[in-house]
């Protein structure tokens, strides 16, 4: 059985449950991180030390995080030659948008904008850095508006390992109110994601309860 520590609000761990989904594995979720708590134990540490979530756990196997290298590890151990590509040439260009989300789009989205929008309330935001997210925000999504003008997922026809990474973030990517670029192939990849159902039951979840409260 695969265990997955981590709160269904948390991005990080729905990339790993749309991973666990859209492959067809048996797993469970536990609570853990946010309002759940939880990862302030020695118990937790030794799982993580980093007390963050997602963890997963594949029967008795180690303690993996780092959610895109756990969705590597069950792409690599259950996908199937499309969800995983086995030649290292038809992998690595996925890979690079993968990991360029998780090191580009993704901070200037989740610190730039998320946190600064739903974590902060309007009286406190400061905007003027909001605007300036906002503008390092367009050249990024134009960029990745150009690579989806080429196939419909990153992998070709078929959703592969690197759209767990690239897509689930656009959730979020589109239903915040903010200042976007014109990005018709992004909406359209998105739109795509959207109509797949391990996508709407997992990644498109509302983040109201992580929104700031007086
Ligand atoms: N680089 C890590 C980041 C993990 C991370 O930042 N997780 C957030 C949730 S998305 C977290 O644990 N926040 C504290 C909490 O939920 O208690 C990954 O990709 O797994």
């Known amino acids: 059985m695969i265990t997955v520590w981590g709160r269904a609000t948390s991005g990080n761990t729905q990339m790993v449950v749309w991973a666990l989904n859209e492959i067809g594995l048996p797993y469970e979720r536990l609570d853990f991180g946010g309002a759940f708590g939880r990862t302030d134990t020695p118990e937790y540490f030794a799982m993580n030390p980093n007390r963050l979530v997602p963890v997963l756990r594949d ?7 780092e959610s895109a290298a756990i969705v590597r590890y069950l792409a690599a151990s259950y996908g199937d030659g499309q969800f995983w590509p086995v ?3 038809a992998r690595a260009p996925q890979d690079k948008w993968a990991e360029w989300i998780k090191t580009s789009f993704g901070p200037a989205l989740q610190t730039g904008l998320f946190w600064p929008l739903v974590g902060t309330l309007p009286s406190r ?14 050249p990024l999504a134009q960029m990745f508006d150009a690579r989806m003008a080429d196939s419909a997922y ?4 078929d959703v592969s390992f690197a759209d767990m990474i690239t897509g689930t973030l656009l959730y979020r990517y589109f239903t915040l109110d903010f200042d976007r670029a014109d990005t018709p192939n992004l909406r359209a990849y998105y739109d795509r994601l959207c109509q797949r159902p391990a996508y709407a039951g997992h990644v498109m979840v509302s983040y109201e309860s992580l929104r700031a409260k007086e």
């Open 87 to 89: 030649s290292p040439a």
């Open 125 to 138: 935001r400061d905007l003027p850095a909001i605007e300036a997210a906002e503008k390092r925000m367009k």
């Open 59 to 65: 029967g008795d196997g180690p303690f993996l995080w």
């Open 154 to 157: 990153i992998g070709g026809d």
